[in-house]
């Protein structure tokens, strides 16, 4: 596609309720990013896939949180029981992933899907 | 550990005026340094990186930022600022990690 594209751009859930998070990246790029923007802890990285594998997931705040990747393309980030601390804005980022180290590229921002847990 | 520092949570600069943001780092190593936009609405877009080389790097929209192993900074600059440049800017280190600093949000008085 033209840009990064997520969805829901929105979601307000119940706490304790699962969610699941969709991003589609740019075609034909094989890295791909998973971030959080909240008010109490600014922008966190979350999770890193290059094609399906993720060689890094240490940003993964608890084990309450998956992530995987279909196809070297579709990304979908699960939130499981979600608590009130978990809303934040999450954007997603892909990278064309030629590059030896993965910051050496240009990294394309999705606009976010703001989520909300009452 | 690696951190970064924005001091400056909110600046306010004329039009035309010219705008520096400072960023602080701390890490043992000389890290990869990016400065990133957010406009209202809009999703994250990087402005310039620092890897190697030359330590003044230009970037898009007329920015332009220092790296300064001596202060562990990287500040950007733009010597004119336009009312479209009001946003929040985040710098970024990755070292071990990748790491945002808390952004400081520029406003742009007419």
């Known amino acids: 596609g033209a840009g990064v594209s997520q969805s829901p751009s929105n979601k307000v859930t119940e706490k304790g309720k699962d969610v699941e998070l969709r991003c589609d990246p740019i075609?034909?790029?094989?890295?791909l990013y998973w971030y959080r923007q909240s008010l109490g802890q600014g922008l966190e990285f979350l999770i890193y896939?290059?094609?399906?594998?993720?060689?890094?997931k240490s940003g993964l705040p608890s084990d309450r949180f998956s992530a995987e990747r279909t196809g070297g393309s579709v990304s979908t980030l699960t939130i499981q029981r979600t608590q009130q601390e978990d809303s934040a804005v999450y954007l997603c980022?892909?990278?064309?992933?030629?590059?030896?180290?993965?910051?050496?590229?240009?990294?394309?921002f999705g606009p976010g899907t703001r989520l909300l847990v009452l | 550990a690696q951190s970064v520092t924005q001091p400056d949570i909110h600046i306010t600069v004329s039009e035309g005026a010219s705008l520096e943001l400072r960023c602080n780092y701390s890490?043992?190593?000389?890290?990869?340094l990016f400065w990133y936009v957010q406009s209202p609405g809009q999703g994250l877009q990087l402005l310039l990186k620092?890897?190697?080389?030359?330590?003044l790097v230009q970037g898009i929209k007329g920015f332009e930022a220092e790296f300064k192993r001596s202060q562990s900074s990287f500040n950007l600059r733009k010597p004119s600022v336009h009312w479209s440049d009001a946003a929040e800017y985040f710098c970024?280190?990755?070292?071990?990690?990748?790491?945002f600093g808390p952004g400081t949000r520029l406003s742009v008085l007419p």
């Open positions: 075609s034909g790029h094989t890295a």
């Open positions: 980022a892909s990278s064309i992933g030629l590059a030896g180290g993965r910051y050496q590229e240009t990294q394309y």
């Open positions: 896939f290059q094609g399906n594998s993720a060689p890094d």
């Open positions: 620092y890897f190697s080389g030359d330590t």
């Open positions: 970024a280190v990755y070292g071990q990690n990748f790491v």
């Open positions: 890490y043992g190593a000389t890290p990869y």
